[in-house]
């Protein structure tokens, strides 16, 4: 006879078949694997302990260099770190006060907080001058390479020259280079000579003291006495800016004079020069605006005007330029 209780009965009997069946269902997990094989030092796998003072101070343990050791006994949780404490060291979204990549100047590294494409590692984007540009591309010139200055009030991107002892790839490290014209397209123009002595009787900082001429932003102011620091330094040339030098000079042998610079950037144009020897004084009855005498070493004399002087005296002559025991080494 079958009654109710006996249908109810066999509901409860097939409900306590069909959970022990769920019960027993496989539950999908992450991979638990030790990623290497024992034996192998990147077995290892990082404890709580580890983790956590990676997040508190940036410490990186690694991985040890020994082998994969089994374990003593159960696993038990780290009394320094557990789950909770590794969240409450994580993070946490900030869409309002997290940084984006185009607010951290160009190339920094940091953690982003926002959730709206800028969350975790992060490079910064935002360039030098405020607009996104690449500093290097930007002053990618001649004897120069850019950098990002982050050191004022707000970053920028600035011209470096390549100087002696530069490591920059565009730089070969053995010659001082400066930026004396401001034209970006150039880069740094002017290449300092270690072999000369400048002149330029134009210059506010010019002076005949011992040590000038060696650059030109302490120039010599004549050009006789520019001529005995390059002896007294063993320096070949003697390079003159364009100016009014109202003196008389004797040429050294194996020294150069080479005029014809502008006193600004030192940028030379010999046949625009403006660099004028007008002579002065003299001892005798003639007078010699420049004097070349027993001259044999390679010696040039270029881009100068050169101008007789007035002479009073009886019987006496005026020279622009006296040759005397010189053969070929001039020009």
Not at 195 to 210: C, G, Q, R
Request: with cysteine; proline share 7%; net charge negative.
């Amino acid at each position: 006879m079958y009654s109710h209780r006996t249908a109810e009965t066999a509901s409860r009997a097939l409900a306590i078949v069909f959970l022990s069946m769920l019960v027993c269902l496989p539950v999908p997990a992450g991979n638990i694997d030790s990623p290497a094989p024992p034996g192998d030092p990147t077995a290892y796998l990082p404890s709580f302990a580890e983790v956590c003072a990676r997040l508190a101070s940036g410490a990186n343990p690694g991985a040890p260099p020994g082998s994969f050791v089994e374990p003593g006994g159960p696993p038990v949780s780290s009394p320094l770190c557990d789950l909770q404490d590794l969240l409450n060291m994580t993070p946490a979204p900030d869409n309002v006060a997290g940084a984006t990549p185009g607010e951290v100047v160009c190339g920094k590294a940091y953690w982003g907080l926002r959730t709206d494409g800028s969350w975790g590692l992060q490079s910064g984007t935002r360039a030098c001058t405020g607009c996104e540009l690449d500093c290097v591309a930007l002053f990618d010139k001649p004897n120069a390479f850019g950098q990002c200055n982050t050191g004022g009030a707000e970053p920028e991107c600035e011209l470096v020259c390549c100087a002696v002892g530069s490591d920059d790839p565009a730089c070969d490290g053995l010659i001082d280079y400066f930026d004396l014209n401001g034209v970006l397209a150039d880069g740094c123009e002017f290449q300092l000579d270690p072999d000369a002595i400048y002149v330029s009787e134009s210059d506010p900082a010019a002076a005949d003291t011992a040590g000038c001429g060696t650059d030109p932003w302490l120039p010599c102011a004549t050009i006789s006495f520019g001529i005995g620091e390059a002896v007294s330094s063993a320096r070949s040339q003697v390079l003159v800016a364009n100016g009014a030098y109202d003196e008389s000079i004797t040429v050294q042998d194996g020294i150069s004079l080479l005029g014809g610079y502008r006193a600004d950037t030192w940028e030379r144009n010999v046949s625009a020069t403006g660099t004028a020897i007008y002579g002065g004084g003299g001892g005798g009855s003639h007078r010699k605006t420049i004097t070349v005498s027993g001259v044999s070493s390679t010696t040039t004399v270029e881009g100068f005007l050169v101008y007789g002087q007035q002479n009073v005296n009886s019987s006496g002559n005026s020279y622009a330029v006296w040759i005397a025991n010189t053969g070929t080494a001039l020009s």
